[in-house]
Structure formats: structure tokens, C-alpha cells
């Protein structure tokens, strides 16, 4: 994870992926910041982190707080499918990024650290296929230096 928020790699890896952050996705990250894409559960139409995904935001906050992240600032995305409506979702998605903001400050990481945004089904993973389950994620992205 450490790597993986440092800079782009080309491998994935179980719940992880890599993405670039284009310029159109979030107004305050350059397309150059590193991120990744947890696929986090949670329980449905809920905010509530299942219990399978919390070893992958413990290890999140362990990354977060290594000396190579520690100065950083991050900004957590929560992602939805496209099943429901535009408002609704874009709730839903951010009371799980803020779900995720908690979890993370409660293993130690600094809340001024971190910023938390619902983006609802505006950026599809898999615009292909709008109700896909890899639509549903959170993405974690490096802000850039002030």
C-alpha cells in the first residue's frame, strides 16, 4: 500500500487496485497522484463497514502512518453502483467514505489528514456496466503537497 500511495504501479492486488486520478475526477488532485481502490463491503443500503474488509482498512492505516506516508494527505472517495437515485447515492457515498475516515482516525491516523467525498455513480469503474459491484468502492488518493 505504501508504494501504491507513493506512485503509480502496474500491479494489482487482492482489493487493490491502482488508478490514475484524472484531472475531471476531483477538482484538487493532478492527474499525477497516486490512489487505490479498496473494494470495501458494506452492510446494503448501510454506511456500516462489514467485518471481511476491516483487516484491508487496518492495513490502510498502518500504510497511512509508515514514516514513507506519514506527512501526506489523502482524499477518501466513496463510490455506489448506479442502482438508485443521484441524490441518494451521492449520500450513501459519502457516509461511507466517512465510515472509512473513521475507521482510520480510530487506528490513529490524523483527521486533518484526511479529507472524505461521496461521488455517487458520477465515476463508474465499470461504466460498461453501471450496476456492476466493482462500482461500489472507496478510493484513496494522495492529495498533493500544499
Known amino acids: 500500500m505504501i508504494q501504491q500511495l507513493q506512485g503509480p504501479r502496474t500491479r494489482s492486488l487482492r482489493n487493490l487496485q491502482v488508478e490514475p486520478v484524472s484531472p475531471a475526477a476531483a477538482a484538487p488532485l493532478a492527474a499525477t497522484q497516486p490512489s487505490i481502490?479498496?473494494?470495501?463491503?458494506?452492510?446494503f443500503n448501510s454506511a456500516a463497514i462489514q467485518e471481511a474488509s476491516r483487516p484491508v482498512l487496518a492495513r490502510l492505516a498502518t500504510a497511512l502512518q509508515a514514516p514513507e506516508l506519514a506527512d501526506g494527505r489523502f482524499?477518501?472517495?466513496?463510490?455506489?453502483d448506479a442502482k438508485g437515485g443521484a441524490d441518494?447515492?451521492?449520500?450513501?457515498?459519502?457516509?461511507?467514505?466517512?465510515a472509512v475516515r473513521?475507521?482510520?482516525?480510530?487506528?490513529?491516523?490524523?483527521t486533518a489528514r484526511l479529507s472524505a467525498a461521496g461521488k455517487g455513480s458520477s465515476e463508474l469503474a465499470r461504466p460498461q456496466d453501471p450496476n456492476s459491484p466493482e462500482n461500489r468502492r472507496v478510493r484513496v488518493a494522495a492529495l498533493p503537497d500544499r
Open 88 to 98: 441518494y447515492n451521492n449520500r450513501l457515498s459519502l457516509q461511507r467514505a466517512l
Open 102 to 110: 473513521d475507521f482510520l482516525v480510530q487506528r490513529g491516523v490524523d
Open 37 to 43: 481502490s479498496l473494494s470495501i463491503q458494506f452492510k
Open 75 to 80: 482524499a477518501i472517495e466513496g463510490h455506489t
